[in-house]
Nanobody, 114 residues
């Protein structure tokens, strides 16, 4: 399984970005797709996840600002990020979990700064 993230960049506080992650290879119908982030000098933590059935889970710090969605036909997961704050600055990683295995993308940098 290969994961390719896109959509990162520099944005001002209060702005929005939409991240995309396209999965290729052997993708099973039942899986969990998610976004994690790693701020400079900190650990990687969950941002949001979504199951094949559409059940979502969010970190408390992004609830009400971020929205995760997926297109099962295209094996793609999205992260819509609104009202961005400086503390959202991080490398954002896509993750797919299926059949007790996990796969990671290489990450995309999101910088929130004026």
């Amino acid at each position: 399984v290969q994961l390719v993230e896109s959509g990162g960049g520099l944005v001002q506080p209060g702005g929005s970005l939409r991240l995309s992650c396209a999965a290729s290879g052997t993708i099973f119908r039942m899986n969990v797709m998610g976004w994690y982030r790693q701020p400079p000098g900190k650990e990687r933590d969950l941002v949001a996840s979504i199951t094949s059935g559409g059940t979502t889970n969010y970190a408390d710090s992004v609830k009400g600002r971020f929205s995760i969605s997926r297109d099962n036909a295209r094996n793609t997961v999205y992260l819509q990020m609104n009202s961005l704050k400086a503390e959202d600055t991080a490398i954002y990683y896509c993750r797919v979990y299926q059949l007790a295995m996990e796969f990671w993308g290489k990450g995309t940098l999101v910088t929130v700064s004026s």
